[in-house]
């Protein structure tokens, strides 16, 4: 069984920053990517970022230079420091983490946690 237990989300005034905390549990190993993604009201869920075990990052464009992913390998946990939030950044976020265990790959997933971004 393995768990993502996912923290740190709320309510933020426009130009305000928060953090995202995801940490993996239970039976997991071979983890190689760990990121998170975002679903707002009526769109479909997107890419925000992710992280490689080797450090490589990814970012999606409208959170160049705003938003800033890292992960504690030793914990098996990911981060997210949002910073400079817009309204448009409101959503719920979601962790993902991409494992190879016993020659499959496997997709977990969090159960997602509501950031929203309002004055």
């Known amino acids: 069984q393995v768990q993502l237990v996912e923290s740190g989300g709320g309510l933020v005034q426009p130009g305000g920053s928060l953090r995202l905390s995801c940490a993996a549990s239970?039976?997991?190993?071979?983890?190689?990517?760990m990121g998170w993604y975002r679903q707002a009201p009526g769109k479909q869920r997107e890419l925000v970022a992710a992280?490689?075990?080797?450090?490589?990052?990814n970012y999606a464009d409208s959170v160049k230079g705003r938003f800033t992913i890292s992960r504690d390998n030793a914990k098996n946990t990911v981060y997210l420091q949002m910073n400079s939030l817009k309204p448009e950044d409101t959503a719920v976020y979601y962790c993902?983490?991409?494992?190879?265990?016993?020659?499959?790959?496997?997709?977990?997933w969090g159960q997602g946690t509501q950031v929203t971004v309002s004055s």
């Open positions: 993902n983490v991409k494992a190879f265990m016993y020659l499959k790959r496997y997709d977990f």
């Open positions: 239970g039976s997991i190993f071979g983890i190689n990517a």
């Open positions: 992280i490689t075990t080797g450090g490589t990052t």
